[in-house]
Nanobody
Framework: VQLQASGGGLVQAGDSLRLSCTAFGRAIGIYFMGWFRQAPGKEREFVAGIDWNADNAFYAEEGRFIISRENAKNTVYLQMNSLKPEDTAVYSC????????????????????????WGRGTLVTVSS
């Protein structure tokens, strides 16, 4: 199973980007998916998570980012708006393939240990 993130790049503050994460080798349609990021010299942190049918989405910060999924394409997206220099990081997607049809709280969505597959990440650099 591979999770392949794409869509990162160098943008200016205030710009938008849409990241994609496509799974190869396993269908994601019944599994919880998340996005995390890690800035240089910092710990990995939760960005957003979405349950299997997109009924529930969780965000570390409300308002600027939107997570969505297109199960038919085995892909999860992260729309990032009004980007700030502090958003600069490697963004990785993750999947919890251990529990189909999982429902959870924000705490569960944000807990990295609950995800058992991780992608390699895509670099987002926001200049001021």
């Amino acid at each position: 199973v591979q999770l392949q993130a794409s869509g990162g790049g160098l943008v200016q503050a205030g710009d938008s980007l849409r990241l994609s994460c496509t799974a190869f080798g396993r269908a994601i349609g019944i599994y919880f998916m998340g996005w995390f990021r890690q800035a240089p010299g910092k710990e990995r942190e939760f960005v957003a998570g979405i349950d299997w049918n997109a009924d529930n989405a969780f965000y570390a910060e409300e308002g600027r980012f939107i997570i969505s999924r297109e199960n038919a394409k085995n892909t999860v997206y992260l729309q990032m708006n009004s980007l700030k220099p502090e958003d600069t990081a490697v963004y990785s997607c993750a999947a919890d393939f251990s529990r189909p049809y999982k429902t959870t709280s924000y705490t569960g969505a944000a807990r990295a240990a609950d995800y058992n597959y991780w992608g390699r990440g895509t670099l987002v650099t926001v200049s001021s």
